[in-house]
């Protein structure tokens, strides 16, 4: 099959070159489209045949449940046996945006979309381009993040490309997405946003909202009750409540280690360790440099360099591909930049990663959950 590319303003899209793409949507046909998150590979959500497509072509496991992407909250209503009003307005504060919000399924859903969970996913992507496309096709979208399985979500066309490329009719290039890491996944049945995948709409906001709506003392009631049902939940026989947590993810062919500390000062310390463990264990073959991705802020690879006194077995032996994700060391501004980051040292052919880990901060609990799966970590290592 050719792939096309169909290249668009990331503001203003033209909305006679989204024509096509859309049409193709409403016939069962896939096409990628850019979020402010990450990449979705769209299909008709309704439509099992196309969303069957959309698990094959991504060779994603099928207990693994898909979003449906609206254009706006309000149409969720016909995918669900109902709202909570606390739920209505977690909506109203949060969409369009980063966040999705699992409510209980209409059987309108087909069940492969659910993965046969009793649950529906719901999304309403703000990216302008995005917007467009679901106005125009005017039905709901399954879009789960438009890499195959496994692999780190494409945050810009030519990486949807990389994966997808002769597989579906369209990509539509709508630039590089704002955010680069996924929506933050909620599920607010018993009065509390349970966070089921960290995001940029963090903890912080959530806590706040809620406290606000439901005032500090019952909302702190709620989270007790709704973590005690989580907890039961995950004793249970019961599925899984984010079945996508438990899959290995977001992953580089190289192995990848997080360099930690409390400043940069500390964490250039760990990865000047890390590094002479790394030469002193894994013996390369005679003559062969070894290609080592570094992921950093400039302030960070500043004392890091600053560390190094004359010439050491370090800038001897190493031959590194650095990435500087930003000036200073924030999980925002790396977590933008993390997913394009581990294709580019893929395609340099990295044997091993390091990368800078920060929890602290906007954005650190999201920033953290996917560099510790790309490390290999499950779901355990996210809290
Ligand atoms: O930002 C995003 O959410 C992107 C863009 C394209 O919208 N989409 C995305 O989709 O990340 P995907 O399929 O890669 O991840 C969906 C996540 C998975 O962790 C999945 O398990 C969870 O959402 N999920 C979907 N439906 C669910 C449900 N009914 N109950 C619990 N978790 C669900
Ligand atoms: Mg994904």
């Known amino acids: 099959m050719l792939t096309r590319i169909v290249k668009v303003d990331a503001q203003e899209p033209d909305l006679r070159l989204l024509a096509e793409p859309a049409e193709a949507l409403r016939r069962g046909e896939l096409v990628a489209f850019p979020t402010e998150t990450v990449y ?6 309704l439509n099992a045949a196309t969303v069957a497509r959309i698990f094959a072509v991504k060779d994603r496991p099928a207990d693994n449940p898909l979003i449906i992407h609206l254009s706006e909250p309000s149409l969720a209503i016909d995918l669900t046996t109902g709202i909570s009003e606390f739920e209505v307005a977690l909506m109203a504060r949060f969409m369009p945006g980063p966040f999705t919000l699992v409510l209980p399924r209409h059987e309108r859903v087909p069940d492969i979309v659910s993965a046969g969970q009793d649950t529906v996913a719901i999304r309403c992507p703000e ?3 995005a917007q467009a496309l679901m106005r125009l096709t005017g039905i709901p979208l399954a879009a789960p993040s438009a890499n195959r399985s496994g692999r780190p979500s494409p945050t810009v066309a030519r990486d949807v490309a990389e994966d997808l490329d002769g597989k579906i009719p369209y990509i539509v290039d709508g630039g590089a997405c704002q955010i680069g890491i996924e929506s933050t996944v909620v599920i607010a049945r018993d009065d509390y946003p349970i966070i089921l995948r960290p995001g940029l709409v963090t903890r912080e906001m959530l806590a706040d909202f809620t406290a606000e709506y439901f005032g500090v003392e019952r909302a702190e009631q709620n989270r007790e009750c709704a973590e005690a049902s989580q907890r039961e939940q995950s004793r249970s026989q019961a599925p899984p409540l984010s079945p996508g947590q438990k899959y290995r993810h977001y992953a580089p062919r190289a192995r990848l280690e997080i360099f930690t500390g409390d400043d940069s000062g500390a964490r250039a310390k760990d990865l000047r360790a890390r590094l002479e463990r790394y030469l002193s264990v894994e013996s390369p073959q005679e003559g062969v440099e070894r290609l080592v991705g570094l992921f950093i802020s400039s302030a960070t690879l500043e004392a890091f360099k600053g560390g190094l006194s004359g010439p050491t077995a370090l800038s001897a032996e190493l031959r590194p591909e650095v990435i500087v994700y930003a000036a200073e060391p924030d999980p925002s501004a790396a977590a933008h930049e993390l ?3 581990l294709r580019s040292f893929d395609r340099v052919g990295a044997a091993v990663i390091f990368a800078e880990g920060l929890s ?9 959950n996917r560099l510790r799966r790309a490390a290999g970590g499950g779901a355990e290592e996210d809290e």
Request: charged share 5%.
């Open 40 to 45: 979705g590979l769209g299909g008709a959500a």
């Open 339 to 341: 997913f394009a980051a």
């Open 360 to 368: 602290a901060g906007s954005g650190g609990e999201a920033y953290m």
């Open 127 to 129: 990216n302008p381009v």
